[in-house]
């Protein structure tokens, strides 16, 4: 089956500072990645959507200059939190979509900002 | 009104039990509807997914989609243990490009030995 993979799995980081998270598609290309945050016992919060070689296209709330996403490649996209706060601190996802509707999950990073 | 309402919980089920998750939604351009589990502090793994209406069967597992009262449903047959954690409903539109996916809060499943 489809397989996506994040790293880091959790980091911790002090506030102020920048962190930069990695999601890669292992066996398929990735024509649509998205991130997405969840807060303890929340649904999933869309906070971009991002196609391989074009700018991500942002929910609205979110801040696209410190949630900066970058799709290089049909197997990689990052997400960095610039400038992180402890408010920032949640559960990462993203997903990963061949284009054909289905989207396939990373395990998630938990960031915590101190 | 949300656009997807599913019941948080707890569901707490004794092991062997039949599981009816459900979830209502208000927009009626949604085509695609997806079950995810979810184990604690992990990401969402898809279970389920279905187009339209209809019923779909996987192993212990029976996702069934009414579009005309926009009502999905998640059935687990022979619960176990391992089937504890929290399930989500996800649904997108039709037509290349609609891949976002709303989802449902989710509900916990408890399965007791």
């Known amino acids: 089956g489809a397989v996506v993979s994040q790293h880091p799995s959790r980091v911790i980081c002090k506030s102020g500072t920048s962190v930069k998270i990695e999601c890669r598609s292992l066996?398929?290309?990735?024509?649509?990645m998205f991130w997405y945050r969840q807060f303890p016992k929340q649904s999933l919060m869309l906070m971009a959507t991002?196609?391989?070689?074009?700018?991500?296209?942002?929910e609205q709330g979110v801040e696209k200059d410190k949630f900066l996403i970058n799709h290089a490649s049909l197997t990689l996209s990052t997400l960095t939190v610039t400038s992180a706060h402890p408010e920032d601190s949640s559960f990462y996802i993203c997903?990963?979509?061949?284009?054909?509707?289905?989207?396939?999950f990373g395990p998630g990073t938990r960031l915590t900002v101190t | 009104q949300k656009e997807v309402e599913q019941d948080p919980g707890p569901l707490s089920v004794p092991e062997g039990a039949i599981v009816s998750l459900n979830c209502t939604y208000s927009?009626?351009?949604?085509?695609?509807f997806m079950w995810y589990r979810q184990y604690s502090r992990k990401g969402p793994e898809l279970l389920m997914y279905?187009?339209?209406?209809g019923n779909k069967e996987d192993g212990r597992f029976t996702a069934q989609v009414d579009k005309s009262s926009k009502y999905i449903s998640l059935f687990i047959r022979d619960s176990q243990p391992s089937d504890s954690a929290t399930y989500l409903c996800?649904?997108?539109?039709?037509?290349?490009?609609?891949?976002?996916?709303?989802f449902g809060k989710g509900t916990k499943l408890s399965v007791i030995p």
């Open positions: 991002s196609n391989e070689g074009s700018k991500a296209t942002y």
């Open positions: 279905t187009y339209s209406s």
């Open positions: 066996d398929f290309q990735a024509t649509t």
């Open positions: 996800a649904m997108s539109g039709a037509g290349a490009g609609s891949y976002q996916l709303t």
């Open positions: 927009n009626s351009a949604f085509q695609y």
């Open positions: 997903s990963a979509s061949q284009g054909i509707d289905e989207q396939y």
